[in-house]
């Protein structure tokens, strides 16, 4: 006989700030895990079963788009990555990430924000011009060792949790943050990008850009992707510091 699974306590911080009369507050859920069940497992049975309105945010379940982050006991992380079974006592507490607008529960506005940071530091490659480009050259073949490293920084999914654990962006509105500082080193980094780091200093060589940074590491210890988040910054710096 299969035995049933342990009972589940989760609490989620109710609010809609859309809601005329709205107020926060912390709602219990009971429900029964099982094997292999995530955060993100768990809300949609929560949604199914105790309450349609619980607001979330997902797409993939597969830890690529970043859109579950929410703080899980007191620790900004991926929904769809995070067991239940890490939580021994079965007692699990849900909070929206902070640092971006809510729309609504454990639901984020994290898009303005990284279309903004986009925008900012001109997140595209800039080539040569249009009507400069020999269409009968092929591209210049990149060092493998190059590739590799843009390679590990294209796997930022822009989930905000580093924002979220930035105690430097809490203080400052303007400052650019690690998700900014990872991207824009990895056109820092791309040959194909024309960019002179003069060009680069203007985006982040100021108070709201690297030399703004605290080094206290809330990026890099809550990344879920492990990205070397301190190691960029530093080189982004170097970079800045080479600009007379």
């Known amino acids: 006989m299969e035995q049933e699974g342990r009972k589940l306590t989760i609490q989620i911080l109710r609010f809609n700030p859309q809601l005329e009369g709205d107020t926060p507050r912390m709602v219990?859920?009971?429900?029964?895990?099982?094997?292999?069940?995530?955060?993100?497992?768990?809300?949609?049975?929560?949604?199914?079963k105790h309450d349609s309105s619980v607001q979330f945010d997902f797409i993939c379940r597969a830890g690529i788009c970043g859109s579950c982050a929410m703080i899980i006991n007191g620790t900004p992380d991926l929904a769809c990555r995070t067991l239940t079974s890490k939580f021994k006592d079965g007692q699990i507490k849900l909070l929206p990430l902070p640092g971006f607008k809510l729309i609504g529960d454990l639901s984020v506005d994290s898009g303005t924000f990284m279309r903004h940071m986009n925008e900012r530091i001109e997140g595209w490659i800039h080539d040569i011009k249009a009507d400069e480009v020999d269409f009968n050259k092929l591209e210049e073949r990149m060092d493998p060792d190059v590739a590799e490293e843009i390679y590990e920084l294209e796997r930022c999914v822009e989930c905000g949790c580093c924002i979220s654990a930035c105690a430097t962006k809490r203080m400052k509105d303007g400052f650019l943050g690690a998700v900014g500082f990872m991207k824009l080193a990895r056109y820092a980094l791309d040959p194909r990008d024309k960019r002179s780091d003069s060009d680069f200093y203007e985006i982040v060589g100021d108070d709201n850009g690297v030399f703004g940074c605290m080094s206290l590491l809330g990026c890099e210890d809550y990344c879920p992707k492990d990205l070397p988040h301190q190691t960029q910054i530093a080189y982004l710096r170097r970079k800045m510091l080479s600009v007379k």
Do not use: C, D, V
């Open 28 to 48: 219990s859920y009971e429900i029964t895990e099982a094997p292999g069940m995530t955060i993100f497992i768990a809300l949609n049975e929560i949604r199914e």
